[in-house]
């Protein structure tokens, strides 16, 4: 009896590995299965390297850089230029044909959403931090302040 | 080591890892299924409500829920233990629900569940230290009581080996060694939803970090020993009879099926 248990299981294996191999002579697809496709980064940190730290390690632990790198600035005022998230955002969220950045908050297509919501990790740094690179956000300011101004009534607005 | 190398071994963590976990699954569904089967098969001959019993089926639901979520009856009989017991046990399934997020792809499911799945997150993450916390006060319960050494067998320890070892490599990969959790999750749902042929590229491989082959080997094991072992009191204990029976003997005849036809069978 325990005989014919072990050689259906040996079967029901050898099927499974069997079926794997078909698999494998058929074209490559991803399948139902989604993963996430984050945009590709601005430029190569270094001829040799892609980014700050080889590929595996950026993937594995750009959680601990980041939050190293803010408890040095934040309780020991060692700003160093190393793990900077600012960086980091200015060579990694790319803004589509019409120069809109993505939204942070919602959808796959911000750099750091892609994969955050895809493994349900939430990040908080853009609680504070700009989720954009720099001087789109500086522009935004002289905008924003140039309105100011143009409801003050100040000189420079009229003709 | 080369990359071709590293390539052919992920390829094999890969293939082994899938092939285990679905070999676990089928001994863990099948065998707890057939013990299921097995208990309510069980003749129970006897009215044997540990009184005070409840008097009506709703009372019964009522009580085994007590026993279930609260562990009444162990609270009644040892404080310490209950508390490292609850402390275990709730921790374990906040841990489980973490899980979730590396079986579910958002696309599967509406949003709100999603940010369900979000939000349990860090509480699980810390979850896993009260679990490790429960876990080893149960263990020092067995070494340390003299009179609980001396009933405990190896099985009993090898349970909370196993549920310690997943426990420890699982925090050091949240906290120290840590390991590419989107490619693992590419790899899971590529398992569960049966698409083989994704294992070819690397996005989808098992990510070869140690702290994670361990993980999954010890989860592999629990599964695999579940049915076959202590752990059985995870469905057993809906068929504890002292705990499942309405205490109404004199209300309602209780009689096994075998006696009836054994005994009261019409005679011909």
Same mark, same amino acid.
């Given at each position: 009896?325990?005989?014919?248990?072990?050689?259906?299981?040996?079967?029901?294996?050898?099927?499974?590995?069997?079926?794997?191999?078909?698999?494998?002579?058929?074209?490559?697809?991803?399948?139902?299965?989604?993963?996430?496709?984050?945009?590709?980064?601005?430029?190569?940190?270094?001829?040799?390297?892609?980014?700050?730290?080889?590929?595996?390690?950026?993937?594995?632990?750009?959680?601990?850089?980041?939050?190293?790198?803010?408890?040095?600035?934040?309780?020991?005022?060692?700003?160093?230029?190393?793990?900077?998230?600012?960086?980091?955002?200015?060579?990694?969220?790319?803004?589509?044909?019409?120069?809109?950045?993505?939204?942070?908050?919602?959808?796959?297509?911000?750099?750091?959403?892609?994969?955050?919501?895809?493994?349900?990790?939430?990040?908080?740094?853009?609680?504070?931090?700009?989720?954009?690179?720099?001087?789109?956000?500086?522009?935004?300011?002289?905008?924003?302040?140039?309105?100011?101004?143009?409801?003050?009534?100040?000189?420079?607005?009229?003709? | 080591?080369?990359?071709?190398?590293?390539?052919?071994?992920?390829?094999?963590?890969?293939?082994?890892?899938?092939?285990?976990?679905?070999?676990?699954?089928?001994?863990?569904?099948?065998?707890?299924?057939?013990?299921?089967?097995?208990?309510?098969?069980?003749?129970?001959?006897?009215?044997?409500?540990?009184?005070?019993?409840?008097?009506?089926?709703?009372?019964?639901?009522?009580?085994?829920? /007590?026993? &279930? *979520? $609260?562990?009444?009856? %162990?609270?009644?009989?040892?404080?310490?233990? +209950?508390?490292?017991?609850? @402390?275990?046990?709730?921790? /374990?399934? &906040? *841990? $489980?629900?973490?899980? %979730?997020?590396?079986?579910?792809?958002?696309? +599967?499911?509406?949003?709100? @569940?999603?940010?369900?799945?979000?939000?349990?997150?860090?509480?699980?993450?810390?979850?896993?230290?009260?679990?490790?916390?429960?876990?080893?006060?149960?263990?020092?319960?067995?070494?340390?009581?003299?009179?609980?050494?001396?009933?405990?067998?190896?099985?009993?320890?090898?349970?909370?080996?196993?549920?310690?070892?997943?426990?420890?490599?699982?925090?050091?990969?949240?906290?120290?060694?840590?390991?590419?959790?989107?490619?693992?999750?590419?790899?899971?749902?590529?398992?569960?939803?049966?698409?083989?042929?994704?294992?070819?590229?690397?996005?989808?491989?098992?990510?070869?970090?140690?702290?994670?082959?361990?993980?999954?080997?010890?989860?592999?094991?629990?599964?695999?020993?579940?049915?076959?072992?202590?752990?059985?009191?995870?469905?057993?204990?809906?068929?504890?009879?002292?705990?499942?029976?309405?205490?109404?003997?004199?209300?309602?005849?209780?009689?096994?099926?075998?006696?009836?036809?054994?005994?009261?069978?019409?005679?011909?």
């Amino acid at each position: 009896m325990k005989a014919r248990y072990l050689s259906i299981l040996g079967k029901l294996m050898l099927g499974l590995l069997l079926s794997l191999t078909v698999n494998a002579a058929e074209p490559v697809t991803s399948g139902s299965v989604t993963i996430p496709n984050p945009p590709k980064a601005k430029t190569n940190f270094s001829a040799e390297q892609p980014c700050v730290e080889p590929i595996d390690v950026m993937r594995r632990s750009h959680g601990l850089f980041l939050k190293h790198s803010r408890n040095d600035t934040m309780r020991h005022g060692m700003r160093t230029s190393n793990y900077s998230l600012v960086t980091c955002i200015n060579c990694h969220v790319t803004s589509d044909e019409h120069g809109n950045y993505p939204s942070v908050k919602e959808g796959t297509e911000h750099f750091c959403r892609s994969c955050h919501s895809y493994a349900a990790v939430t990040i908080d740094c853009f609680q504070c931090h700009a989720s954009h690179p720099e001087e789109v956000i500086s522009s935004k300011v002289n905008e924003v302040s140039s309105i100011k101004l143009d409801s003050l009534g100040t000189p420079n607005t009229s003709p | 080591m080369g990359g071709g190398n590293k390539e052919a071994l992920m390829g094999f963590w890969t293939t082994f890892y899938a092939l285990s976990f679905y070999v676990a699954t089928l001994i863990l569904i099948l065998g707890v299924g057939y013990k299921i089967y097995q208990y309510t098969k069980t003749p129970a001959p006897l009215k044997i409500p540990t009184t005070p019993a409840p008097l009506t089926t709703g009372g019964v639901v009522i009580r085994m829920l /007590l026993e &279930v *979520i $609260l562990f009444k009856s %162990l609270f009644r009989s040892n404080k310490w233990i +209950w508390l490292f017991a609850m @402390i275990f046990h709730g921790a /374990l399934w &906040v *841990i $489980l629900l973490r899980h %979730l997020r590396y079986f579910i792809d958002p696309q +599967w499911v509406i949003y709100p @569940i999603w940010e369900l799945v979000e939000l349990i997150q860090p509480f699980g993450k810390y979850a896993s230290f009260a679990m490790l916390f429960g876990l080893l006060g149960l263990l020092a319960r067995r070494l340390f009581v003299e009179r609980m050494r001396y009933i405990s067998s190896a099985s009993d320890y090898l349970m909370l080996v196993l549920l310690l070892v997943i426990g420890v490599s699982g925090v050091l990969m949240s906290f120290v060694t840590r390991t590419d959790i989107v490619q693992f999750k590419a790899f899971m749902l590529s398992v569960i939803s049966f698409q083989w042929q994704n294992f070819e590229l690397s996005a989808y491989q098992m990510p070869p970090d140690s702290m994670l082959l361990v993980h999954l080997a010890a989860v592999i094991l629990l599964m695999i020993v579940f049915p076959f072992s202590k752990l059985l009191h995870a469905p057993g204990v809906f068929f504890s009879p002292g705990r499942n029976q309405v205490d109404n003997a004199r209300e309602k005849r209780h009689v096994a099926p075998w006696a009836i036809k054994q005994f009261e069978a019409p005679q011909t």
